[in-house]
C-alpha cells in the first residue's frame, strides 16, 4: 500500500501560463486521517533541523513556543498583535498614572 493511499489526498498540478502550482486535496474519511497531515508536517520541520529557531515567547504567563522565520531571526513573542498591544496600553496606563 502506497502513503499516498494511506494519506488519502489528490494530488494535483495546475498549469496557469507555464507557472505549475501544486495543490493537495485532503478527504477526511476517518478521525484518524487527521493525523496524517500533522505527522507530515512533524517529519517535514524535523528533517529541516531548524532547531535553533525556536524559541519560547517572552509574553508574561505565555506557555507556547514560537517557530521564527522572520528574516533576521528576531521574533520572540507568539502572537505580536496581542502582546505589541498590551505592551502599548500598559505603557500607556503607566504614563498617565505619572501625570
Request: include cysteine.
Amino acid at each position: 500500500m502506497e502513503v499516498r493511499n494511506l494519506y488519502n489526498q489528490e494530488e494535483n498540478i495546475d498549469e496557469k501560463e507555464t507557472i505549475f502550482l501544486w495543490k493537495q486535496q485532503c478527504r477526511w474519511d476517518s478521525p484518524s486521517t487527521l493525523l496524517f497531515p500533522l505527522a507530515h508536517a512533524i517529519g517535514k520541520f524535523i528533517c529541516r533541523n531548524e532547531f535553533g529557531n525556536i524559541k519560547r515567547c517572552r509574553g508574561p504567563k505565555c506557555i507556547l513556543w514560537v517557530l521564527d522565520i522572520s528574516q533576521n531571526h528576531t521574533r520572540y513573542r507568539c502572537c505580536i498583535a496581542i502582546y505589541g498591544n498590551r505592551a502599548k496600553a500598559a505603557a500607556y496606563r503607566e504614563r498617565k498614572n505619572i501625570e
